[in-house]
């Protein structure tokens, strides 16, 4: 039996760089990390055998320091973490705020925003949170329930796996028409590489 391994495999530098940063910041204070760092159960829990503890809600937080995920919050999110006064770490991906700053983007050019992908999904809820309205498709029968809108801007997480992101794209666009639509690649090409 041939054993082949892959050219691009496990962790992504962004996650890399925050489960680095998070144990670096560990050793000088509690630490509190909102939110799962890596989808990785054996990743979280020896970052908890380190003292780390894990949270959800910015609420709940009883350390002194906490940091925000590789996948990023919403700045609603951020003002929440802000007014309690903790000392806060942003691990959040360079390439993750890139998808931010093209959301807001298609926004201010005045298209209507559609982001591909789970709507309960971390980085989802980080590039909604703060829209007024939008609309997140994963299915064909999402992109069916659509209503009509002049322009419609689409974009995704970083890890969405981008055949789907590009077939939902066409689904909108074959059956929008007359609407102008606007695509904005911004699945992160190590996700790319390790779909590949």
Known sequence: MKIIRAEHLGMCFGVRDAIELALKQAEAQPLTILGELVHNETVLASLQERGIRLEHDPATVTTPAVMITAHGVSERMMKRVRGRGLNITEAT??????????????????????????????????LTEDLKEFDV????????SLGERPRFGIAAPTTQPIERV??????????????????????????KQRQA
């Open 166 to 191: 590009r077939l939902l794209v066409n689904l909108v666009r074959a059956r929008f028409r007359r609407s102008e639509v606007r695509f904005l690649d911004t699945v992160c090409q190590p996700t």
């Open 93 to 126: 991906c360079p390439l993750v705020h890139f998808a931010h700053r093209a959301v807001s983007k298609l926004v201010e050019e005045g298209y209507h925003p559609v982001i591909v992908g789970k709507r309960d999904h971390v980085e989802v809820r980080g």
């Open 137 to 144: 498709v994963l299915t064909e029968a999402d992109v069916s």
